[in-house]
Nanobody, 115 residues
């Protein structure tokens, strides 16, 4: 069974940076594309970005492009979401997932950006 566990969330100020982590089972990490999704308060899931299994391809939602970066450490089976220049609109519960609809995702980690 695939397990995804997010961590690294917290309370930050507008303009600050934060790095989220997602640990995954070895099988999923080596063979699957992995998504970062988020769910703002009172809203549905949103796509944040995606990274290919070999890490050669990444793509981002327009709202975070240029501010967020996805990377992975194969040796640690860990995926990262580096977030910079955070805005209040980035406040959400962040998930890593194996599909864009979030059917297979972790429990999430809360990011709150305060102004």
């Amino acid at each position: 069974q695939v397990q995804l566990v997010e961590s690294g969330g917290g309370l930050v100020q507008v303009g600050e940076s934060l790095r989220l982590s997602c640990s995954a089972s070895a099988a999923a990490f080596s063979s699957d594309w992995i998504w970062w999704l988020r769910q703002p308060p009172g809203k549905g899931l949103e796509w944040v970005g995606i990274i290919s299994a070999d890490a050669k391809y990444t793509d981002y939602a327009a709202s975070v492009r240029g501010r967020f970066t996805i990377s992975k450490d194969n040796a640690k089976n860990t995926l990262y979401l580096q977030m910079t220049s955070l805005k209040s609109d980035d406040t959400a519960n962040y998930y890593c997932a194996l599909d864009v609809d979030g059917h297979i995702r972790g429990q999430g980690t809360q990011v709150t950006v305060s102004s």
